[in-house]
């Protein structure tokens, strides 16, 4: 069974901090997927990665950033945690081909 | 045009009734239409997906119904069942890259 985990189930962050959320999946894929789920907003695509050290932005792009220095790895970073940003992110990975394999999600807290 | 709409946004049915959620789209060059569910406290979940060259696909309890036409689809969960009770995603992507769409998500409760 395909594996992604999460670092943080839970996580509570000040305003203006800066945030790493840790991504790890065990079946060598080759894409990774950050999502951020809201409440009647759906899943909304922040960046992937399709290779190590590639990335491309998503939907919602602004006020992160990611980075992919191994192939099992991919981490979301807020540069500067604002409260809007509070939410539910979710981490997935794949093979070049279908189906995404998400992880249960890290519920982020701005205050 | 990439977004993917989806109704209802919630839905109530009694167990062994029929659970229709319907999605829409209105790009063209999506070529991938996965459906998704969702249990409290983990992540989304492969349930069935089509592609457009089939007009319908079923597995199990669960249909997809295709119409490229029309650019919706919709998902059919036959018998529905307490444990059937989740979040319930469409998407839709284009290509191999992998970068589906979400709908905004149905609130199924199934009621004994």
């Known amino acids: 069974d395909v594996k992604v985990t999460q670092s943080s189930r839970y996580l509570v962050k000040r305003t203006g901090e800066k945030v790493f959320l840790e991504c790890v999946q065990d079946?060598?894929?080759?894409?990774m997927f950050w999502y951020r789920q809201d409440p009647g907003l759906g899943l909304r695509l922040i960046y992937f990665?399709?290779?190590?050290?590639?990335?491309e932005k998503g939907d919602i792009p602004e006020g992160y950033s990611v980075s992919r220095e191994k192939k099992e790895r991919f981490s979301l970073i807020l540069e500067s945690a604002s409260t809007n940003q509070t939410s539910m992110y979710l981490c997935?990975?794949?093979?070049?081909?279908?189906?995404?394999?998400f992880g249960n999600g890290t519920r982020l807290t701005v205050t | 045009q990439q977004q993917v709409k989806q109704s209802p946004q919630s839905l109530i049915v009694q167990k062994g009734g029929i659970s229709i959620i319907n999605c829409a789209y209105e790009?063209?060059?999506?070529?991938?239409f996965p459906w998704y569910q969702q249990f409290p406290g983990k992540g989304p979940a492969l349930l069935i997906a089509?592609?457009?060259?089939?007009s319908e696909k079923k597995e199990g309890r669960f249909t997809i119904s295709f119409n490229k036409s029309a650019k919706q689809f919709s998902l059919h969960i036959m018998d529905s069942q307490p444990g059937d009770s989740a979040t319930y995603f469409c998407?839709?992507?284009?290509?191999?890259?992998?970068?589906?769409?979400f709908g905004t998500g149905t609130l199924l409760a199934v009621q004994p």
């Open positions: 997935a990975s794949s093979r070049l081909v279908p189906p995404l394999h």
């Open positions: 079946m060598d894929h080759e894409n």
């Open positions: 990665s399709y290779d190590v050290k590639m990335k």
């Open positions: 790009n063209t060059a999506f070529d991938y």
């Open positions: 089509i592609r457009p060259d089939v």
């Open positions: 998407a839709a992507s284009r290509g191999a890259t992998n970068k589906l769409i």
